[in-house]
């Protein structure tokens, strides 16, 4: 039976339920930690400052240390652990690999997290502080070195990785668009 200070909740994390009884200041990250063993994402500050703890809540980036567990029950959470499909890597997770956007490795998962909510911000039209033209109809802006810097500066790499991170977010950028393109000459032709 729950106290008047916690609750039983269920988290949908990675496509599967989980059910839990939790103190009602329990932080999302500390439910992934400590209560499900979901390690992948990292305590850095603590303090919503540095980016590691990214997850995807509902498809949108959120920093999970500052998130409480039992307002994240009923939304679709996704972790480091639940990005790749099967035994194939996300577009993301591949361009990180190829292009050496890590070094200690200890910021990657939520860099990873976080360029994916920003990937899904451009493309749905979503203006960065330095977006020039912040019009609807202007449509997306260029994925430009500048914007991906811009939208990825929540997430903090203390080995200074950020050249190699500004090329990988923009590599899988670029192969989705390419995916985008042959998903719809395919559909096109059919």
Do not use: W
């Amino acid at each position: 039976m729950a106290s008047p200070t916690s609750s039983v909740i269920t988290l949908h994390i990675n496509g599967e339920k989980f059910t839990l009884p939790v103190d009602h200041r329990t932080t999302l990250l500390d439910a992934l930690r400590e209560r499900l063993t979901l390690t992948g994402t990292k305590k850095g500050c603590d303090q919503g400052q540095c980016g590691a703890c990214t997850v995807l809540l509902d498809g949108r980036r959120t920093v999970a240390c500052l998130q409480l567990a039992v307002a994240a029950e009923g939304r679709e959470i996704t972790t480091i652990e639940g990005v790749a499909e099967e035994d194939r890597l996300h577009p993301v997770q591949q361009a990180f690999l190829e292009l050496d956007g890590y070094q200690c490795g200890y910021c990657t998962p939520g860099q990873i997290c976080s360029a994916i909510g920003v990937l899904r911000e451009h493309a749905e039209g979503v203006p960065s502080a330095v977006t020039d033209d912040i019009r609807p109809e202007a449509g997306p802006p260029p994925l430009t070195p500048e914007e991906i810097r811009e939208r990825m500066s929540g997430n903090l790499c203390r080995c200074g990785a950020y050249v190699a991170i500004v090329e990988a977010v923009a590599r899988a950028a670029a192969d989705g668009d390419r995916t985008a393109a042959v998903t719809e000459s395919e559909e096109a032709g059919a």
